[in-house]
């Protein structure tokens, strides 16, 4: 069973950066297409980024994109969400997530399997 397990979060001003990493234990990264979503309280969940199982197809919300880059190293079990010129609306728990699908999607029931979570600050 893959576990995920993000980090990276903290507080950062508004137009700084940030780095999310998701580790996979117990299993093989490459098999899976990955996501980012992030939350704040009183709203759904919501789609950030996708990356196929290739690390090919990349596919972002439209907030965040010409922003946020998501990546992968399947030999380090790891994927990455770079978040630059951040802003306060950014500001959520970002999660990450595995799809055993075989096309990388924003369709949030599309995954099955998600990290704890890691939270995300942009002061103004």
């Known amino acids: 069973q893959v576990q995920l397990v993000e980090s990276g979060g903290g507080l950062v001003q508004a137009g700084g950066s940030l780095r999310l990493s998701c580790l996979a234990s117990g299993g093989t990264l490459s098999r899976y297409v990955m996501g980012w979503f992030r939350q704040v309280p009183g709203k759904e969940r919501e789609f950030v980024a996708t990356i196929s199982r290739s690390g090919v197809t990349t596919d972002y919300a439209d907030s965040v994109k010409g922003r946020f880059t998501i990546s992968r190293d399947n030999a380090k079990n790891t994927v990455y969400l770079q978040m630059n010129s951040l802003k306060p609306e950014d500001t959520a728990v970002y999660y990450c997530?595995?799809?055993?699908?075989?096309?990388?999607?924003?369709?949030?029931?599309?995954?099955?399997?998600w990290g704890q979570g890691t939270q995300v600050t942009v002061s103004s």
């Open positions: 997530a595995k799809s055993e699908g075989s096309i990388a999607t924003n369709y949030r029931r599309a995954y099955a399997y």
